[in-house]
């Protein structure tokens, strides 16, 4: 099952869902635990090359996902939640896609303007977009996180609106992002 059906996403949805969920975690994890380790040591930097890789990877991946959400039915949730419910969910889906857009597009504009070149996987190296401005750069790092920040708190929001539904309002939305049962 590919596709969506009237009671669960199909398999592209849960698969870009679940998988972009785990990139982001570890890309989160690398970068607030990669401040632990010494500056110029090859585990510092071998976590914020995880980080930046991962978030070029997820950048390539949501164009995929809105591709494959906006393309399909979405199963309704039953019972259905309120209209303030489905707007807030709707709120956060779109601060989730925007964040996962803006912060690879802030992540490479503040690693060039600080002077560093970029290349996806080691492979493919990343066009110049913007000139050396180290002020910029800090400018940039600035913003980018505090929509990390942002980020977090809109993952823990939807992870916690989810088990909520789940235990609470006893209805299926975090069911249909997991695989049908069988029988």
């Known amino acids: 099952m590919l596709r969506n059906t009237s009671t669960h996403y199909g398999a592209i949805v849960r698969l870009l869902h ?6 982001i975690i570890v890309s989160i994890a690398a970068v607030e635990l990669h401040e632990f380790f ?4 090859a585990t510092r930097n071998g ?3 995880a980080h930046f890789q991962i978030g070029l990877l997820v950048f390539l991946l949501i164009w995929a996902r809105l591709v494959a959400v906006f393309s399909d039915r979405t199963p309704p949730i039953t019972p259905e939640p309120s209209l303030s419910q489905h707007v807030a969910a709707k709120l956060v889906h779109l601060a989730l ?3 996962m857009i803006a912060l690879p597009i802030l992540g490479v504009l503040m690693t060039q303007a600080g ?3 970029l290349a996806f996987l080691g492979v493919v190296q990343l066009p110049s ?3 050396v401005d180290k002020d910029f750069s800090k400018e ?3 913003v980018h996180e505090v929509i990390g920040n942002v980020l977090i708190g809109l993952v823990v929001a939807h992870v916690g609106a989810a088990v909520w539904h789940h235990r609470k ?3 299926d939305t975090l069911l249909r992002m997991l695989p049908p049962r069988k029988g």
């Open 115 to 117: 002077d560093h070149s």
């Open 97 to 99: 896609y925007a964040s």
């Open 47 to 49: 976590m914020m090359a």
């Open 129 to 131: 977009f913007i000139g």
């Open 38 to 41: 010494p500056k110029g040591g």
């Open 18 to 23: 679940w998988g972009m969920a785990l990139l």
């Open 140 to 142: 940039l790092k600035e």
């Open 169 to 171: 309002q006893n209805d």
